[in-house]
């Protein structure tokens, strides 16, 4: 009995230095540059915008895009890698500051966190095998065929609410290779994803192509920051707009975007 | 290019390893705690102490890790990703270990319990002394199994970013589009970890094991 | 010749499970010294009785007594009264993850508070009076059923008891095992151990016994010395059973 009380004073020790320590009313942006860090959530499995490399290190279109918003902001990026149904959440309890992770604008985000002013916009792609036999001219076509989508993007949003799709037709990932596979191998016909993933994708795995391409689900991405934070809001813009000026951000879409 | 990719996902041991080694005794102390309070609480603390076991194994562990984390870490106390992916998997787990504990106790046998009493025990001195040692014998075969499971569910705490060997393998795989080879490597980790707990507790159930033939 | 008060007194005991009552109106002397035998047909509350005398089973109403002292009152510790009153199990029910040596020194060191060493003294000590000192590193599931009812003899005769309860401390033994535990228990009964004993051994009741008591359904139908039990009953109900013990358990009786 002694020993289980002592673990349990032991574990309370150990977690106190976690907890108690009431924010003075001070803005985001204030506390986040008197830290000289930012915490930034993505999910580092959506290669070329956020991935990681061979050795681990986070690498891709949003990363290095976000490192440059930190290194202007003269802060650190912290990276926080979460799944992508972890991150709005994420932003909307404070856990992280805001997440870059090829996000969309949609409706239902837009209740619970902001946006920022679009950084790069994104076109669709449907991708079938190249065994593929079925006509697709225009994006209502694929109603009728069996059709895999990442769940949770602004793709799944699209085939669900806007397209419609049949339940028993639509097959939902938790990651858009784990579709592609299934692509190559028969189980769905066509997959709906961004279109330039969609096109590496299509290259890695082989035997694959892309037979529509075009705005549909979602357009311009945003990073997503805390609701009604418009300082932050206000600085991440700012610098967007100098990198899109300088043109930085058309070198990180030549860089990693075009293959 | 392998050998980058095994240690990458390697790197993802020590964190499972951690979270695993919060949970599991974390898991025993709440689990034998509500497994005394059901066999030995009376009515109705035994019935709150089933329905707590009812809801925690009812729950899936990544809603009550999003409670944990999102809604209450912030607001009542302040948790890490990491402590909060841990204790959740701990307080799944205790509902796991509750009905090992109970199951164990009960087959101890009430007829330990007074013999125990007959010597002037307490009933706290008697599952002390007498109930504990026998029921913890029996639980340990059980238990090793739980002891695997926590240290697989232990990837769940990636959902609080906190990034485990599953995840790491998932990131490859994304990154590489090789499955097989993340995913294979992260199986092999859990499976080194897996084979080296369940050897440790068989070698502990052979260490405590009473005799039972004549000598 | 007897000492005032009894050391064990029993007054209206009654107990029902439901409906269906085991004893009723029960009451009990027991001096100091004494081997009382309970005997009578199965159930007929003989081991219930044995269980409430020390608080293990409440009874529904009545008193009891241990030197004088009335320990069925609310305010008493009942843990502390167990340490005083001996129980040995028709079951044995020895702890079964402690050997032999373990199972006396528990209630020694976890009960009494008592130091380790002069524990394993006293529990050795317990264990030769029981003759087993050979076997005090045994567990158990080691040991024959004689040799474990002698163990948890052993056990509750460590905690040094006022008076010991035996609840038909051989029926769960081999035949040739019975004899090894009834010659240790008449050898507590000629160190003037105070013992009642609930049993079928006519022979051992016969020989050992300063009173028998006879028990059916939840009464006592007549109690007396065992020669005034065996030779002269006074109720028929008593004949009748005697009558039918002696056949079925007579092949076994001692001389």
Not at chain 2, 139 to 165: F, H, M, R, T
Not at chain 3, 155 to 169: G, I, N, Q, Y
Request: aromatic content about 8%.
């Amino acid at each position: 009995m002694k020993t289980i009380i002592r673990f349990l004073a032991f574990l309370v020790l150990i977690s106190l230095p976690l907890s108690g320590c009431r924010e003075a009313p001070q803005s985001r942006l204030e506390r986040i540059k008197q830290a000289g860090v930012i915490k930034v959530g993505t999910s580092a499995d959506y290669p070329p915008f956020e991935y990681v490399d061979e050795s681990g290190n986070k690498v891709g279109f949003d990363i290095e895009l976000m490192e440059e918003i930190g290194k202007r902001l003269g802060v650190k990026v912290e990276w926080v890698d979460m799944p992508f149904d972890s991150l709005i959440a994420g932003v909307q309890e404070g856990k992280i500051d805001c997440s870059i992770s090829a996000f969309n604008y949609t409706e239902e985000r837009d209740k619970v966190v902001d946006f920022s002013d679009p950084y790069y916009t994104a076109e669709d792609a449907f991708l079938v095998a190249e065994t593929f036999t079925g006509t697709i001219t225009q994006p209502e076509d694929v109603a009728q065929y069996k059709v895999g989508v990442q769940s949770g993007t602004t793709q799944d949003d699209w085939l669900t609410n806007v397209l419609k799709m049949p339940e028993q037709n639509l097959f939902r990932y938790d990651r858009a290779d784990q579709a592609a596979l299934d692509l190559k191998s028969g189980r769905i016909e066509v997959m709906m994803a961004d279109a330039i993933p969609a096109k590496a994708l299509a290259q890695k795995i082989g035997g694959l192509k892309i037979v529509y391409t075009g705005v549909l689900s979602s357009g311009p991405m945003n990073i997503v920051l805390p609701e009604g934070d418009t300082e932050l809001a206000a600085a991440i813009n700012d610098i967007l707009k100098q990198l899109k000026q300088e043109g930085f951000i058309d070198q990180l879409a030549q860089k990693y975007l075009t293959e | 290019m392998v050998i980058q990719f095994f240690t990458y996902i390697l790197q993802g041991t020590s964190v499972t390893l951690a979270v695993t080694l919060v949970a599991l005794p974390l898991g025993l102390i709440l689990g034998l705690a509500f497994a005394l309070l059901y066999n030995y609480g009376g009515l109705w603390v035994s019935r709150l102490a089933a329905v707590y076991s009812l809801a925690m194994r009812g729950v899936p562990p990544v809603a009550l890790l999003f409670v944990l984390y999102f809604l209450l870490s912030g607001r009542l106390v302040n948790l890490s990703p990491f402590w909060a992916g841990s204790i959740s998997l701990g307080i799944i787990s205790s509902a796991y270990q509750m009905e090992i504990l109970r199951g164990a106790l009960q087959a101890v046998g009430e007829s330990q319990m007074i013999a125990a009493r007959a010597i002037g025990m307490s009933r706290f001195q008697a599952i002390r002394y007498i109930i504990l040692p026998q029921a913890i014998r029996l639980a340990i075969p059980p238990w090793s199994n739980e002891a695997s499971i926590v240290l697989k569910d232990s990837s769940l705490v990636y959902a609080l970013g906190v990034p485990e060997i599953l995840r790491r393998a998932q990131q490859l795989s994304a990154t590489t589009q090789q499955p097989f080879l993340a995913f294979g490597a992260a199986a092999l980790i859990y499976f080194i970890l897996v084979f080296l707990a369940n050897r440790g507790l068989d070698l502990l159930a052979e260490k405590t094991k009473l005799p039972n033939a004549a000598a | 010749m007897r000492e005032f008060p009894p050391i064990l007194q029993a007054k209206n005991l009654t107990k029902t499970y439901g409906e269906n009552v085991i004893f009723k109106n029960i009451s009990l002397d027991v001096y100091k010294g004494e081997t009382i035998v309970i005997i009578g047909p199965s159930g007929t509350g003989k081991s219930t009785l044995l269980r409430c005398l020390n608080l293990l089973t409440p009874v529904d109403s009545g008193q009891i007594f241990l030197e004088g002292e009335e320990i069925t009152a609310p305010s008493v510790n009942q843990d502390q009264v167990r340490q005083k009153i001996g129980m040995v199990f028709q079951n044995f029910l020895l702890f079964n993850h402690l050997t032999a040596l373990g199972n006396v020194m528990v209630g020694l060191t976890k009960v009494k508070k008592m130091p380790h060493n002069q524990a394993k003294e006293k529990a050795l000590q317990e264990l030769e009076r029981v003759g087993l000192a050979d076997r005090a590193h045994h567990y158990p599931a080691q040991l024959s059923g004689g040799q474990q009812q002698r163990v948890a003899i052993a056990r509750a005769l460590a905690m040094d008891p006022l008076v010991m309860l035996f609840d038909e401390p051989t029926s769960a033994l081999d035949p040739e095992l019975i004899g090894e535990v009834l010659g240790v228990m008449e050898q507590l009964a000629h160190e003037h151990m105070t013992m009642l004993v609930v049993t079928h051994e006519m022979g051992f009741a016969r020989e050992v016994a300063d009173r028998i008591i006879f028990m059916e359904k939840g009464r006592i139908v007549e109690e007396g010395t065992p020669e005034d039990l065996f030779e002269r009953p006074q109720q028929a109900r008593t004949r009748e059973f005697l009558g039918r013990i002696s056949e079925l358990y007579g092949k076994r009786e001692k001389g």
